[in-house]
């Protein structure tokens, strides 16, 4: 044992520099992508009308005094300038303050995020709670009445914007029901119904993929080699098909996290959840742009970072990927 | 003696050996799904319900027009999806409503498909430095969750149903773009393909005659479930009051009134979103059915 220790750590040791290796190169690939990223939305949010000197300038301004104003605080200054400016102010925590209620931008976002993420998290609890147990049972019964009430779930949850999903949970739940408040966030059962809401449209999804994904495993060779040798009916399906089947699912699961991220603009709309999804929409209909462009390259940044830990910690789950990266 | 003998065995044989063409074939697969037929058959009664609904009535009449002594009537035979805050008819609202989630969810996907699937196919066709490039710039604009996009154009532009197809159509650029490359790219590796430059086509030829028709099947299958996919996004950002400016009926809009209801007037947010439901998976079924006629080793 001990003859053959000395070349299973060198082995080792290699395979683990290689994922250290890999991992901080997939982090430097991600700069470019935030900084093209960040670049288009301050582009797009750069064209809307109005800017800030309309809003600090005293009523009596005349136009030659704004104009002189703005080029004090370097509004005219060429695009490219401007946005290396804000970057700059990013990368100090800086990123100006709201016309409505001055306050700081950075601070307000990284107050609201973490309701935002506990939502995403436990929609995908819920999502996974509903879609995985539906998509096994569609797979192993297909073509029963199991597997077509399954699909009319999983074609419903795609086909029903889920704010309205929101409200109709609302009017049962808490307005007939009075069972769950149906606004704020406020003790553990204020976020029952917009986990439910962001996880059904995500259970459709994840329950689609299952069922496919399992419907390719079953027909493998060892399943067939686990019945023969006597394995239970639920070992094989949860050990040895639905392992198997599940980096699919896991993919679909990372890939809704950033989708989760921007759609919780809707539930939080119809929910009040004070979270980012709120802060973007409010901060739209008071044309607060510096609150706007924050929001929006934040949570852009942050939604392509989480789609990167997602995509490395495929790499650590699956040696079939990690042997295709790590060359 | 020869098989054939007369005309009408000619005829027969042409009959029975006669070569299908890929649209027939398709069409024979996609009759047999009942959920496909299903899918039509709903879509052909909303957009006719839609069509009469432009008959009978007068947008300045019954669309628009506020009438305060009929506001907030439950639902009745008069008024089958009862009326709003300012007294006008749901159900009228919501039949003349479908023309903008219909117009939205197809000039999107005509948006979307026409700049997406050209770069895919040029991406997925020449290789190299430009498919390197089209696709990190398809990476960066598939990395900004699609709401936010829309939001931030609706947020650039202003308000109204020009920009809201716009939003709607950027939005769903990289997903045709990575599926016009895919589809390309298993395309280009034919032998027929190898055969027409062997026989001195030029690569826009080569391009025209045999690979757009060869990879259009999965393409077509997409414009199906972006145009689903454009209607909910479209009445969301109405919802959040970015779409469709008011007083038109959106059906998005409709629901975001219907919000301030909810306690006591819940049939407001009851019917809109129903409406926008039954629209999105009639659509679902037949994309569902599509993808399922195209290419039958994927259907499960």
Same mark, same amino acid.
Request: hydrophobic residues 50%; glycine residues 8%.
């Given at each position: 044992?001990?003859?053959?220790?000395?070349?299973?750590?060198?082995?080792?040791?290699?395979?683990?520099?290689?994922?250290?290796?890999?991992?901080?190169?997939?982090?430097?690939?991600?700069?470019?992508?935030?900084?093209?990223?960040?670049?288009?939305?301050?582009?797009?949010?750069?064209?809307?009308?109005?800017?800030?000197?309309?809003?600090?300038?005293?009523?009596?301004?005349?136009?030659?005094?704004?104009?002189?104003?703005?080029?004090? &605080?370097?509004?005219?200054?060429?695009?490219?300038?401007?946005?290396?400016?804000?970057?700059?102010?990013?990368?100090?925590?800086?990123?100006?303050?709201?016309?409505?209620?001055?306050?700081?931008?950075?601070?307000?976002?990284?107050?609201?995020?973490?309701?935002?993420?506990?939502?995403?998290?436990?929609?995908?609890?819920?999502?996974?709670?509903?879609? /995985?147990?539906?998509?096994?049972?569609?797979?192993?019964?297909?073509?029963?009445?199991?597997?077509?009430?399954? &699909?009319?779930?999983?074609?419903?949850?795609?086909?029903?914007?889920?704010?309205?999903?929101?409200?109709?949970?609302?009017?049962?739940?808490?307005?007939?029901?009075?069972?769950?408040?149906?606004?704020?966030?406020?003790?553990?059962?204020?976020?029952?119904?917009?986990?439910?809401?962001?996880?059904?449209?995500?259970?459709?999804?994840?329950?689609?993929?299952?069922?496919?994904?399992?419907?390719? /495993?079953?027909?493998?060779?060892?399943?067939?080699?686990?019945?023969?040798?006597?394995?239970?009916?639920?070992?094989?399906?949860?050990?040895?098909?639905?392992?198997?089947?599940?980096?699919?699912?896991?993919?679909?699961?990372?890939?809704?996290?950033?989708?989760?991220?921007?759609?919780?603009?809707?539930?939080?709309?119809?929910?009040?959840?004070?979270?980012?999804?709120?802060?973007?929409?409010?901060?739209?209909?008071?044309?607060?742009?510096?609150?706007?462009?924050?929001?929006?390259?934040?949570?852009?940044?942050?939604?392509?970072?989480?789609?990167?830990?997602?995509?490395?910690?495929?790499?650590?789950?699956?040696?079939?990927?990690?042997?295709?990266?790590?060359? | 003696?020869?098989?054939?003998?007369?005309?009408?065995?000619?005829?027969?044989?042409?009959?029975?050996?006669?070569?299908?063409?890929?649209?027939?074939?398709?069409?024979?697969?996609?009759?047999?799904?009942?959920?496909?037929? $299903?899918?039509?058959?709903?879509?052909?009664?909303?957009?006719?319900?839609?069509?009469?609904?432009?008959?009978?009535?007068?947008?300045?009449?019954?669309?628009?027009?506020?009438?305060?002594?009929?506001?907030?009537?439950?639902?009745?035979?008069?008024?089958?999806?009862?009326?709003?805050?300012?007294?006008?008819?749901?159900?009228?609202?919501?039949?003349?409503?479908?023309?903008?989630?219909?117009?939205?969810?197809? /000039?999107?996907?005509?948006?979307?498909?026409?700049?997406?699937? $050209?770069?895919?196919?040029?991406?997925?066709?020449?290789?190299?430095?430009?498919?390197?490039?089209?696709?990190?710039?398809?990476?960066?604009?598939?990395?900004?969750?699609? /709401?936010?996009?829309?939001?931030?154009?609706?947020?650039?532009?202003?308000?109204?149903?020009?920009?809201?197809?716009?939003?709607?159509?950027?939005?769903?650029?990289?997903?045709?773009?990575?599926?016009?490359?895919?589809?390309?790219?298993?395309?280009?590796?034919?032998?027929?393909?190898?055969?027409?430059?062997?026989?001195?086509?030029?690569?826009?030829?080569?391009?025209?005659?045999?690979?757009?028709?060869?990879?259009?099947?999965?393409?077509?299958?997409?414009?199906?479930?972006?145009?689903?996919?454009?209607?909910?996004?479209?009445?969301?950002?109405?919802?959040?009051?970015?779409?469709?400016?008011?007083?038109?009926?959106?059906?998005?809009?409709?629901?975001?009134?219907?919000?301030?209801?909810?306690?006591?007037?819940?049939? &407001?947010?009851?019917?809109?979103?129903?409406?926008?439901?039954?629209?999105?998976?009639?659509?679902?079924?037949?994309?569902?059915?599509?993808?399922?006629?195209?290419?039958?080793?994927?259907?499960?």
């Amino acid at each position: 044992m001990i003859r053959y220790y000395k070349s299973i750590m060198i082995i080792l040791n290699r395979e683990r520099d290689l994922m250290i290796r890999y991992t901080i190169r997939r982090l430097l690939m991600l700069i470019p992508i935030l900084i093209a990223v960040s670049l288009v939305v301050y582009f797009i949010v750069d064209l809307a009308p109005g800017d800030v000197v309309d809003v600090i300038a005293p009523d009596d301004a005349s136009p030659e005094d704004k104009e002189l104003l703005r080029e004090m &605080m370097g509004l005219n200054d060429p695009f490219i300038i401007r946005y290396a400016r804000y970057m700059q102010g990013l990368m100090r925590g800086d990123l100006g303050k709201s016309y409505v209620n001055n306050r700081d931008v950075f601070e307000v976002y990284f107050s609201r995020l973490p309701n935002t993420l506990l939502l995403a998290l436990a929609g995908a609890f819920v999502a996974v709670l509903i879609a /995985v147990p539906l998509g096994v049972v569609s797979a192993m019964h297909r073509g029963s009445w199991k597997d077509a009430i399954s &699909m009319i779930f999983g074609l419903l949850g795609l086909s029903m914007p889920n704010f309205w999903l929101g409200l109709l949970l609302i009017i049962f739940f808490s307005l007939k029901l009075g069972l769950f408040p149906s606004y704020g966030s406020e003790g553990w059962s204020s976020i029952v119904l917009p986990a439910i809401t962001v996880g059904t449209a995500q259970a459709a999804l994840v329950m689609r993929t299952t069922r496919s994904s399992m419907l390719e /495993v079953v027909r493998q060779d060892y399943l067939r080699t686990a019945r023969a040798k006597g394995v239970p009916e639920r070992t094989v399906i949860y050990k040895h098909a639905l392992r198997n089947a599940l980096i699919p699912i896991v993919t679909v699961m990372g890939t809704q996290l950033g989708v989760a991220l921007g759609g919780a603009v809707f539930t939080e709309t119809v929910f009040a959840w004070p979270g980012v999804g709120r802060l973007v929409v409010d901060a739209i209909n008071s044309r607060d742009i510096p609150m706007v462009t924050g929001c929006l390259i934040l949570t852009t940044m942050l939604a392509s970072f989480l789609i990167l830990l997602v995509d490395i910690a495929y790499a650590f789950i699956d040696p079939r990927i990690k042997a295709r990266y790590t060359k | 003696m020869p098989i054939i003998q007369n005309e009408t065995d000619k005829k027969a044989v042409i009959k029975r050996y006669k070569r299908r063409s890929m649209w027939a074939e398709v069409w024979r697969n996609f009759k047999k799904s009942k959920g496909a037929m $299903t899918g039509i058959i709903i879509l052909i009664v909303v957009l006719s319900a839609c069509t009469i609904g432009e008959f009978i009535y007068d947008y300045h009449e019954d669309i628009v027009k506020q009438s305060f002594d009929q506001r907030l009537l439950r639902p009745s035979w008069k008024h089958p999806f009862g009326t709003d805050q300012y007294g006008r008819d749901i159900f009228a609202r919501i039949l003349y409503g479908g023309r903008y989630s219909f117009s939205v969810g197809v /000039v999107a996907v005509i948006i979307s498909f026409s700049i997406g699937t $050209t770069l895919g196919i040029v991406a997925g066709y020449y290789g190299g430095v430009i498919e390197n490039i089209i696709m990190r710039i398809t990476d960066v604009f598939a990395s900004i969750p699609s /709401v936010l996009l829309a939001i931030a154009i609706t947020a650039a532009f202003g308000q109204s149903l020009l920009v809201l197809m716009f939003a709607v159509g950027v939005v769903g650029v990289p997903a045709f773009c990575r599926v016009a490359r895919a589809s390309v790219m298993t395309v280009v590796g034919q032998e027929y393909v190898e055969a027409a430059h062997a026989a001195g086509a030029k690569n826009w030829q080569v391009l025209i005659r045999h690979i757009v028709p060869n990879s259009m099947a999965p393409i077509i299958v997409q414009c199906t479930l972006r145009v689903a996919q454009a209607i909910i996004t479209a009445s969301g950002l109405s919802f959040l009051g970015l779409g469709v400016p008011t007083p038109s009926p959106e059906w998005g809009g409709m629901l975001s009134d219907g919000r301030a209801y909810i306690r006591d007037y819940s049939y &407001m947010t009851m019917f809109p979103g129903l409406a926008i439901m039954i629209t999105v998976l009639a659509i679902n079924l037949i994309g569902d059915g599509l993808r399922d006629a195209m290419d039958p080793k994927l259907k499960r």
